[in-house]
């Protein structure tokens, strides 16, 4: 897990970042999913959501820029998985309110 920062500024920009992160309901859907599977790749995804695969991809993209999920290339497929250090962060993060 990342340090929590010490300085209060730091901590609230570092925990807006993640919440921004988060503020689509897609994107949270697409957090619960893989806290569940403990893994997908993009088609799978794309399966359980009601949108096209392009869609789902800028979603992830953007969870993998803020650093709450990781993905990894296993052929012509992409993985991907939480972060459980940036998860653990932003609930410590969220705590120190």
Do not use: F, W
Not at 46 to 67: C, M
């Amino acid at each position: 897990m990342p340090p929590v920062p010490t300085a209060e500024s730091e901590a609230n920009e570092q925990l807006a970042r993640l919440a921004k992160a988060i503020a689509h309901p897609t994107r949270v859907a697409i957090l619960r999913l893989l806290v569940r599977e403990e893994g997908c790749i993009v088609g799978d995804i794309v399966d359980r959501l009601p949108l096209a695969q392009s869609t789902v991809s800028q979603h992830l993209k953007q969870l993998k820029a803020a650093g709450l999920i990781r993905g990894e290339v296993d052929g012509p497929r992409v993985c991907y998985c939480v972060d459980p250090g940036a998860i653990a962060l932003l609930k410590e993060l969220v705590t120190l309110l």
